[in-house]
């Protein structure tokens, strides 16, 4: 099995499953097409994702995931920068996002695939100047879309989260990879 992804945060969210697996690079160009919705963008480059590593691999169980974050129809990146996530923060305070984890399973060989997009409304409270201050200080969260980690400090940020898989928001969603694992045969647990 391979992780088609350089994210730390799914490594770790894999590993909770038990399954043996390697991560690689998928080296794919995550840039929105023009008039793409953001659902439309997270599903894309999973399946981009899926592609490329299983063109490497065309043996193996390959996992693609990605997640835009979509505020009012407009995606929102990783910030990569202070000044960005700070702009961002300001942009989510008191605002209803949706997060769109998109997640492929499939074996190019046996010509299997699996694809599901989970979203996750995610409201942000009123936040002052202080508060995004104080918060990107404490927790520079640069390489997450939306500027918060929710399985950290950014969870103080919040004032709801709604969903089916509080994993997704982290970036990959396991109980819908866990029915897919089962679905091909795989024991999990």
């Known amino acids: 099995m391979v992780l088609a992804s350089s994210s730390r945060y799914r490594k770790e969210l894999l590993k909770r499953l038990g399954v043996t697996f390697k991560a690689v690079s998928p080296g794919v160009d995550e840039s929105p097409r023009a008039a793409e919705m953001p659902r439309q963008t997270a599903i894309r480059l999973a399946r981009d994702k899926a592609d490329a590593v299983g063109k490497r691999h065309p043996s193996a169980w390959i996992i693609g995931s990605d997640q835009v974050a979509d505020l009012d129809g407009q995606a929102l990146g990783k910030p990569g920068t202070l000044d960005a996530a700070r702009e961002q923060l300001h942009a989510l305070s008191g605002h209803t996002v949706l997060f ?90």
């Open 100 to 189: 769109h984890t998109a997640l492929c399973f499939s074996n190019k060989r046996l010509d299997r695939r699996h694809e599901r997009v989970v979203t996750t409304d995610v409201v942000f409270r009123r936040l002052t100047d202080i508060e995004i201050e104080r918060y990107l200080e404490r927790e520079p969260a640069f390489d997450c879309a939306g500027s918060a980690k929710s399985e950290g400090l950014g969870i103080s940020l919040l004032s709801r989260l709604g969903g089916d898989d509080p994993t997704a928001l982290i970036g990959l969603p396991l109980i819908a990879l866990s029915a897919m694992l089962r679905a091909e045969g795989f024991d999990v647990p």
